[in-house]
């Protein structure tokens, strides 16, 4: 279960590494989609938030797109997979 600490964390690295203009983190809903018909996020931004995510945390993803689809579904499970696989 993630701690809330984490999931400010990843709130915030979705808006920093990103770069999203008029979106504070606390705008983000932590059950909501990232992808698609949440925050509207595409490829490019899972890899970019997948690498900031990796430097901040020091874990690793799946090689499974599928796996990694469900990881990044929306803030609370990658805080969950963030919580479960950090060192």
Do not use: H
Not at 10 to 22: A, F, N, R, T, W
Not at 53 to 60: E, Y
């Amino acid at each position: 279960m993630a701690t809330e600490e984490t999931i400010a964390k990843i709130k915030e690295l979705v808006v920093s590494s990103l770069d999203l203009e008029d979106v504070s983190p606390s705008d983000i809903e932590t059950e909501a989609p990232l992808f698609g018909e949440g925050l509207g996020l595409d490829s490019i931004d899972a890899l970019e938030l997948g690498m900031a995510v990796k430097k901040a945390f020091g874990i690793t993803f799946s090689k499974n797109p599928a796996d990694n689809k469900q990881i990044f579904y929306s803030v609370k499970t990658l805080a969950d997979y963030v919580e479960g696989n950090k060192s």
